[in-house]
Nanobody
């Protein structure tokens, strides 16, 4: 059974950091594109960042550029989202998702369809 499990969320003060993990079981992440999404109360879900499976290219939504870093550890079958300089507007439930179509520079990961989703982890940025 294909499963994604997020962890690492929590409560942090503005300016703080968190590292989210997305661990896969039942399949290997190597050639999948992995995306991080978030949904704040009363708002639509938005794509935050993704990493392509074929060439490792990464993408970020403008609001997190320079603050968030996505990476993958194929040996651990895990994708990470390092979040620095957190702001209250980063508060949301964060989800990771996997796309069978791995994506590359010709088919960048923001435009892919993501078939598998985790259950989400809450990130709250507040003083």
């Amino acid at each position: 059974q294909l499963q994604l499990v997020e962890s690492g969320g929590g409560l942090v003060q503005p300016g703080g950091s968190l590292r989210l993990s997305c661990a896969a079981s039942g399949f290997t992440l190597d050639y999948y594109a992995i995306g991080w999404f978030r949904q704040a109360p009363g708002k639509d879900r938005e794509g935050v960042s993704c990493i392509s499976g074929r060439d490792g290219s990464t993408h970020y939504v403008e609001s997190v550029k320079g603050r968030f870093t996505i990476s993958r550890d194929n040996a651990e079958n895990t994708v990470y989202l390092q979040m620095n300089s957190l702001k209250p507007e980063d508060t949301a439930v964060y989800y990771c998702a996997a796309a069978e179509r791995g994506g590359d520079s010709r088919n960048p990961c923001p435009g892919l369809e993501y078939q598998y989703w985790g259950q989400g982890t809450q990130v709250t940025v507040s003083s």
